[in-house]
Antibody, heavy 119, light 105 residues
């Protein structure tokens, strides 16, 4: 059974930092690209960042470029998102998402970790 | 970035109804179109990928069609568990943008 379990969310002040983690199991982690997708309270879905299997290709949404860094540790079957210079508009539920390996198609989602940016 | 527009944004339907939700891309995306279902408090679930391929475990009452820039999600006979919000998403180019959602109530 595929499992994706996010952690690391919380309350942070504007300008602060957080590091999200996603522990995975139930599939061969280093066979698949992985992504972070977020959802602001009561809003729709927004893709944040993606990373291919060997970290050779990394992409970011314009809204987070230069502030967020995605990474993965294939030995630990884990995905990460380092978030710096956080803004109020970064407040959202952050989902760790597995790629179906069919062009950024998201077949498994974690339950999400909530990031709240507020003073 | 490619913009995805869904219509309607919300719709009322009854059990047994045939329901259609449309999604239009701002440019050509071939068949790189996915549909997701999200229930309150839950993560999204992949229903349809590559415009018309049914994800494993998804009931056959769900179907997808279209190519180019216009796409449709159809639920042939609405069941009580289908009341949810549905999102389309293009996977033709980065960023993989989502539609604004269509709430079925």
């Amino acid at each position: 059974e595929v499992q994706l379990v996010e952690s690391g969310g919380g309350l942070v002040q504007p300008g602060g930092s957080l590091r999200l983690s996603c522990a995975t199991s139930g599939f061969t982690f280093d066979d698949y690209p992985m992504h972070w997708v977020r959802q602001a309270p009561g809003k729709g879905l927004e893709w944040v960042s993606g990373i291919n299997w060997n970290s050779a290709r990394i992409d970011y949404a314009d809204s987070v470029k230069g502030r967020f860094t995605i990474s993965r540790d294939n030995a630990k079957n884990s995905l990460y998102l380092q978030m710096n210079s956080l803004r109020i508009e970064d407040t959202a539920l952050y989902y760790c998402v597995k790629d179906y390996a069919v062009a950024a198609t998201f077949d498994y989602w974690g339950q999400g970790t909530l990031v709240t940016v507020s003073s | 970035d490619i913009q995805m527009t869904q219509s309607p944004s919300s719709l009322s339907a009854s059990v047994g109804d045939r329901v259609t939700i449309t999604c239009r891309a701002s440019q050509y995306i071939s068949s790189y179109l996915n549909w997701y279902q999200q229930k309150p408090g839950k993560a999204p679930r992949l229903l349809i990928y590559a415009a018309s391929s049914l994800q494993s475990g998804v009931p056959s009452r769900f179907s997808g069609s279209g190519s180019g820039s216009d796409f449709t999600l159809t639920i042939s006979s609405l069941q009580p568990e289908d009341f949810a919000t549905y999102y389309c998403q293009q996977s033709y180019s980065t960023p993989g943008t989502f539609g604004q959602g269509a709430k079925l109530e």
